[in-house]
């Protein structure tokens, strides 16, 4: 069974860094693709960056790719995943999800939410002036 929780969000001033974690248990077999979206009040959920977990490359929305950075580590049976989020903005408060879905390869844009059956509950980061 496949879980995704993630942890890190805070509120923080504009200008400020972040990490987000996200602790996935049930990925040990198999081949899987992860990442990480966000979603604001009132707009659609958008990926921001992810990886094979099977030596692919990250991948990141063009808008996000100076300032997040996404790296990962594993440990026994589980992996983290981590974004961090530098010089934050006021429109990047978001609720933050992190995902997970197995590799298919001809899967199509794995910056899409459809790219992923599993989801954490989510963490808040609100960054304020």
């Known amino acids: 069974q496949v879980q995704l929780v993630e942890s890190g969000g805070n509120s923080v001033q504009a200008g400020g860094s972040l990490r987000l974690s996200c602790l996935a248990s049930?990925?040990?077999?198999?081949?899987?693709?992860m990442g990480w979206f966000r979603q604001a009040p009132g707009k659609e959920r958008e990926g921001i960056a992810a990886?094979?977990?099977?030596?692919?490359?990250?991948?990141?929305a063009d808008s996000m790719k100076e300032r997040f950075t996404l790296f990962r580590a594993r440990d026994n049976s589980k992996i983290m995943l981590y974004l961090q989020m530098n010089t934050l903005q006021l429109e990047d408060s978001a609720m933050y999800y992190c995902?997970?879905?197995?590799?298919?390869?001809?899967?199509?844009?794995?910056?899409?939410?459809?790219?992923?059956?599993?989801w954490g509950q989510g963490t808040q980061v609100t960054v304020s002036s």
């Open positions: 995902a997970a879905g197995p590799f298919r390869p001809a899967g199509g844009s794995l910056l899409l939410p459809g790219a992923y059956p599993y």
């Open positions: 990886i094979r977990l099977n030596g692919g490359n990250t991948i990141y």
């Open positions: 049930g990925l040990t077999y198999g081949d899987y693709n």
